[in-house]
């Protein structure tokens, strides 16, 4: 068994993971990263379990006719905490975005803070 608290390698998989989910649309497969009682902390209020993670995930992606991943520009981790700024090919332009996960012993996103920083122009 991988202990993800100590696997920087598992931890950066995580993230490529999450943003192929979010790139393809596929909310069951990014959902699936996360565990049943996981939160989602963000300025609008707090998603808590799958259904609202889901639907905060529908509701963020709703605006982008695509949401590609272009590059993780920044990454460090810490025991059970990763933290990365990407940025993504939008319709509205690239957007840079920053995102804290934490993990539970079997790999899966517990906390995860999602903060949109930017549009840096227009494709």
């Not at 920087?8 to 990014?30: G, M, Q």
Request: with cysteine.
């Amino acid at each position: 068994m991988v202990d993800y608290c100590s696997d920087v390698a598992a931890l950066i998989d995580l993230v490529d993971e999450y943003s192929k989910a979010l790139a393809a649309r596929d909310f069951e497969r990014a959902v699936s990263l996360y565990a049943s009682d996981a939160i989602v902390v963000r300025y609008e209020g707090v998603a808590k379990g799958p259904e609202e993670i889901s639907a905060f995930l529908v509701n963020f992606l709703s605006g982008y006719d695509r949401f590609d991943l272009i590059s993780v520009d920044q990454i460090q981790t810490s025991g059970d905490t990763v933290v990365w700024d990407a940025s993504h090919d939008t319709d509205a332009g690239a957007l840079q975005t920053t995102n804290v996960f934490v993990v539970n012993d079997a790999g899966l996103i517990i906390r995860h803070i999602p903060l949109p920083r930017g549009y840096w122009g227009h494709t």
